[in-house]
């Protein structure tokens, strides 16, 4: 069990450009959640996977916003055109689906949009 | 809708003194409860649980009693210590949304002075 992973740790991007993150959840874990937190606030939910299946989103996940996971394994959230407002860590966690209900959390990937 | 509502910080203590980090919830049917930590630049790591009313999740000093007749969660600690300098979340997870996005607290500072 090596843990939730995520890449980058941190990215600097300009008003405009794309970015994508990547998580890797543990692996026995079917289950894949992104969060984003901003300063001074709890974490809030953005999307939930199960297996491939995206099964929920968050209204915070505007059409600039996607999430995909392909094979069931990592996932991908990517921003187009960033806008300053997008400027936030942004967390992913993994759960399994044997009744166990706890989330495990990656270091994050902080955003700065200039 | 569900939410959770935590003591505002910062909380500054001096070493061995008593914790406690207020955490009321508000959710319909019987919810699961967490405590996250999540130390500087650091994602957020389980602290304990709490998955039925009476419940009392308990770590590393720490313990949390699950009242649904207050719906509280307060989080506990009789003697901290500098290393327990975090930011401390409460969460919880609806009963109808198994599986789904955790609701969290906008998190409590807590600075532990020597």
């Known amino acids: 069990d090596t843990g939730v992973s995520q890449d980058p740790r941190h990215k600097i991007t300009k008003r405009g450009q794309n970015v994508t993150f990547r998580c890797d959840p543990i692996?026995?874990?079917?289950?894949l959640y992104w969060y984003r937190q901003t300063l001074g606030q709890g974490p809030e939910f953005l999307t939930y996977?199960?297996?491939?299946?995206?099964?929920?989103k968050s209204r915070l996940l505007s059409d600039r916003f996607s999430a995909e996971r392909p094979k069931g394994s990592f996932s991908t959230l990517e921003i187009q055109r960033t806008e300053q407002g997008d400027s936030a860590m942004y967390l992913c966690a993994s759960s399994s689906e044997r009744g166990e209900e706890t989330q495990y959390f990656g270091p994050g990937t902080r955003l700065l949009v200039l | 809708g569900d939410s959770v509502t935590q003591m505002e910080g910062p909380v500054t203590l001096s070493e061995e003194a008593f914790l406690t980090i207020n955490c009321t919830y508000t959710?319909?049917?019987?919810?699961?409860l967490f405590w996250y930590v999540q130390y500087p630049g650091e994602g957020l790591q389980l602290l304990l649980k709490?998955?039925?009313?009476?419940d009392k999740g308990s770590n590393k000093g720490f313990e949390a009693t699950y009242r649904k007749e207050t719906t509280s969660f307060h989080l506990e600690k009789g003697s901290v210590q500098v290393s327990d300098s975090a930011v401390y979340f409460c969460a919880l997870l609806g009963s109808y949304n198994q599986g789904g996005k955790l609701i969290f607290g906008q998190g409590t500072e807590l600075s532990v002075k020597p």
């Open positions: 996977f199960q297996n491939e299946a995206q099964l929920e």
């Open positions: 959710a319909t049917g019987y919810p699961s």
């Open positions: 692996s026995e874990h079917n289950r």
């Open positions: 709490a998955t039925k009313a009476d």
